[in-house]
Every structure is written in C-alpha cells, then in structure tokens.
C-alpha cells in the first residue's frame, strides 16, 4: 500500500531546507570574504613568500654577477650613475621584444652615464641560449648570468620581464612589471633619471 505524504507538511520541509540552505550559503559567503580580508596580500609590497618586495623609494639590494666575458660586476660599484636593471630570460617573448629598445636606449644615453644591465635569470634559462640571443641582436649592455637565482630571489621576481629604474645614488625610482617597453617610454624614464643626476 502506497505511503501518502501530506501536501502541507511536503511544502514545510522544502521550505526548512531552503532556508537552512540559504542559511549555509551565506555563511560560507561571509567566511570566504572575511578569510581573503584577512590574508590579502598587496602584489606591490609583497612577493608569493610573504616578503617586501623591492620597490621606489627603497635602495636597490646589492649583487654581484658575471658578465658574458667572466668580468663581475657589482651594482653598488656603479653609484653615481643611474642604472637599469633588466631582469630577463630568452624564451620570454615580451623580454626578447623589449631588448631592441633596451639596445636603443643604452646607444643613446651611454655617453651621458646611463648603464644598462641585463640581469638574465639563468635559473630558469640557458645561458648558451641567452648568449645566443644577446648575439644575434648585437646587444652591447652587459648581459649578467643569475646562475643561482640569488638576484631573482632578492628581487622578489615574480614576472618577467620585471625592470627598475636606479638613481645615481642607488635608489629605486620606478618598477616596471611585464613589457615589452616602448622606446619611447623607456627614454621618458632615462631622461628623468638623468635629470636627477644632473639638475
């Protein structure tokens, strides 16, 4: 013999588990908003490790890498003249395209104290490979090797190609995330770095 429900009591349970549904909802809403709140990180102070992250105002960490010929060079040594400091590697399409005008800038600006590095993050990379690349298009900046990823690290590198436009006195005036860069906006911020340097 079939069980018949009651019409009346059918619709009050629907409705309590509606509700309750509802209810649920809304709280797991109210707790995922409140845990992203409390956990937010902002991308332009801190790096995925939870550390500051360098940026304008703050000095630019010292390093200390090879270049192509096996010369180091050490960035706090070229105090006194503002730098660029390109963070890159080859099979990084927007980091291959900005390096033409990279090129441009370090040609035109040279003469008037500019230094280009090229910081190539071989930890990720190929160094015959970025040699290659640095070849082929007749770069004439130094092309340092990060063979250990130190630089990457104390740099809280986190995209590529990522750019830091260095005053003469060490400071970090801008950051530049992505790219490829324009010439025309790199030399913008050369020209106001150069402006510092020599008002």
């Not at 009050?12 to 409390?38: D, K, Q």
């Not at 008037?112 to 990720?124: D, E, M, P």
């Not at 530049?176 to 025309?184: F, K, N, Q, S, T």
């Amino acid at each position: 013999m079939p069980c018949y429900i009651d019409d009346h009591q059918s619709l009050e349970a629907t409705l309590r588990y509606n509700i309750h549904s509802n209810i649920t909802a809304i709280f797991i809403l109210i707790a995922g908003v409140g845990w992203i709140w409390l956990s937010k990180a902002f991308p332009d102070d801190l790096s995925v490790d939870g550390k500051i992250a360098p940026r304008a105002g703050f000095l630019a960490p010292d390093f200390s890498l090879l270049d192509r010929d096996s010369n180091q060079i050490t960035l706090s040594e070229l105090r006194g003249r503002p730098v660029i400091i390109n963070l890159w590697a080859s099979w990084c399409i927007p980091c291959r395209e900005e390096m033409p005008a990279l090129e441009q800038v370090h040609q035109a600006y040279k003469d008037q104290g500019l230094i280009v590095l090229a910081v190539n993050a071989t930890n990720q990379d190929n160094q015959q490979a970025a040699i290659r690349f640095s070849n082929n298009l007749g770069l004439t900046f130094p092309i340092l090797f990060d063979t250990q990823g130190s630089v990457s690290q104390a740099y809280r590198l986190q995209s590529l190609p990522t750019t830091y436009f260095v005053d003469q006195n060490g400071i970090i005036q801008e950051v530049v995330v992505g790219g490829p860069m324009a010439e025309a906006l790199l030399r913008v911020r050369v020209e106001a770095l150069l402006e510092d340097a020599h008002p």
